[in-house]
């Protein structure tokens, strides 16, 4: 999923982290561990809208990006 997307938004509590995949490329590792919940699948809510990826909830990211 993450290769169909040029910018991921992941929400970890209060805390909303930004990944520009057209800047630079992080590793696999370093991705799953910011996609992926504590029991090993995809953390939800996860959201696609255009070429942008929302993982977790943030009010905040979500008025963002889908205004």
């Known amino acids: ?5 040029d910018q991921i938004y992941v ?3 209060k805390k909303v982290i930004q990944v520009d995949l057209k800047a630079s490329r992080p590793g696999r590792a370093e991705l799953l561990a910011l996609l992926l919940g504590p029991t ?3 953390r939800a809510p996860t959201l ?7 993982v977790g909830f ?3 990211a979500y008025a963002k990006i889908l205004r």
């Open 48 to 54: 696609r809208v255009g070429r942008t990826l929302l």
């Open 11 to 13: 929400a970890r509590g």
């Open 1 to 5: 999923m993450a290769r169909d997307v």
């Open 40 to 42: 090993g699948g995809l």
């Open 58 to 60: 943030s009010e905040e």
